[in-house]
């Protein structure tokens, strides 16, 4: 039996406005030739399929046309979603009832029985062609607060955080009742969640809190479990000697992730458990100019015309530039040279930093949060990365957000 493990597909995503359907209808076309190419009888989609919890529809048409071409080129494909933070648990979970005749499983939210997590939905068999049931899988959706049941903020008790030990308990509960029903078969999970030791990707993932802790360690998931499908951070990575996997995003969403090698996990599934990156190509290149810290404008334009871009792409075509650059003049006269340049240029501009060389340093040590609010945080912080004070209406949204905090 072969597997696909993938996640944060982020359908709906936008940089700087621009739209990334583009990106995203090609990696699904991509991933359809994969699954044919490969012999694929299982794909895992393990959190964030959606950027945001009110996905526009185009991105809903996005994910269920590829999920109908997917089942409709293998019927006996089995599609297992599973939500993760950023996704609208209860509108994934909407579609269920006919996504469950095509054999696509979508769990938003975890449920429970009177005896516990209902493993009558969370525990799916994974069947081959013939309908036999080679393994199992637990499918786990983000889980939130409520979701852990004796969790008691702030304890001090007990060799490990509170909410290091509450999903600790959650997996092993699930797990043992699931070894039962297994029957010996291969017992995977899916999750969404950080794990300690996992690299994350700056400025893309938003840090999972639940009483202060944002992360826990990789064996919270017991021994039983032979592989972990993990969604959240983008980079691919493993964790616990290739047990606990990540498969990472399907393209770059941040100036951090240009380095990363976006694709998909392949599992296979015979005297044991064994797995293999597959790169998947970027339908969009992206580039960081500098590739590391800031430059001058004049070194800029050059690297620029390195790039040696094509001047009739299409728009949705066009590569994403993030520019970090150096003032060396009035940040308002350096941001309307770099507009200027841009309505140039074929690319989209996905970012735009400019750094100060004249602020003074520092003489005394930062201040506490005794002694300042959210408000001028705000502002030093702004001021610190895009070099100018905030407008009214940067002022006027942080307001509105602070005041539904």
Same mark, same amino acid.
């Given at each position: 039996m072969r597997i696909l493990h993938t996640a944060d597909w982020h359908i709906g995503q936008t940089l700087n406005g621009w739209s990334r359907d583009r990106e995203h209808r090609a990696f699904l076309d991509r991933l359809h030739d994969l699954i044919e190419a490969e012999d694929v009888d299982v794909l895992l989609v393990a959190g964030d399929v959606f950027d945001g919890i009110n996905p526009s529809g185009e991105a809903q048409r996005l994910l269920y046309g590829a999920i109908a071409r997917m089942v409709g080129s293998r019927p006996h494909l089995q599609i297992i979603l599973t939500a993760g933070n950023h996704d609208p648990a209860q509108r994934l979970e909407a579609p269920e009832a006919v996504l469950n005749a095509l054999g696509v499983h979508v769990l938003g939210t975890l449920r429970r029985s009177p005896d516990g997590v209902d493993l009558d939905r969370h525990l799916i068999p994974l069947r081959d062609r013939d309908g036999a049931a080679r393994a199992h899988v637990l499918a786990v959706p983000f889980l939130r607060q409520a979701d852990l049941p004796g969790l008691h903020l702030g304890a001090e008790n007990g060799d490990e955080p509170a909410i290091t030990a509450a999903v600790r308990a959650l997996h092993l509960e699930m797990t043992e009742a699931a070894v039962v029903r297994a029957g010996g078969l291969p017992l995977l999970a899916m999750g969404h969640l950080t794990c300690s030791g996992g690299l994350a990707s700056e400025g893309a993932e938003r840090r999972i809190m639940i009483g202060g802790e944002h992360a826990v360690p990789p064996d919270v998931f017991p021994a039983e479990l032979s592989y972990v @499908?993990?969604?959240?951070?983008?980079?691919?990575?493993?964790? !616990?000697? +290739?047990?606990?996997?990540?498969?990472? #995003? @399907?393209?770059?969403?941040?100036?951090?992730?240009?380095?990363? !090698?976006? +694709?998909?996990?392949?599992?296979?599934? #015979?005297?044991?458990?064994?797995?293999?990156?597959?790169?998947?190509?970027?339908?969009?290149p992206m580039h960081r100019l500098p590739p590391t810290g800031s430059g001058k404008f004049e070194d800029m334009r050059a690297a620029l015309d390195d790039l040696a871009l094509l001047p009739d792409t299409p728009r949705e075509a066009q590569p994403f530039l993030y520019l970090s650059l150096t003032a060396d003049r009035p940040v308002t006269l350096l941001a309307a040279e770099v507009d200027t340049l841009m309505e140039q240029t074929p690319a989209r501009l996905a970012g735009l930093s400019i750094m100060r060389t004249d602020q003074p340093a520092q003489e005394r040590p930062p201040t506490t949060l005794a002694e300042t609010s959210p408000e001028d945080l705000f502002l030093s912080a702004f001021q610190e990365v895009h070099g100018n004070p905030p407008d009214a209406h940067h002022l006027a949204a942080f307001r509105d957000a602070l005041s539904e905090a």
């Open positions: @499908a993990l969604g959240h951070l983008h980079r691919p990575q493993s964790l !616990d000697g +290739g047990r606990v996997r990540y498969s990472g #995003s @399907a393209f770059p969403l941040s100036a951090s992730e240009i380095v990363y !090698d976006h +694709g998909v996990t392949l599992i296979d599934l #015979s005297d044991g458990v064994a797995h293999r990156h597959i790169p998947i190509d970027r339908p969009v």
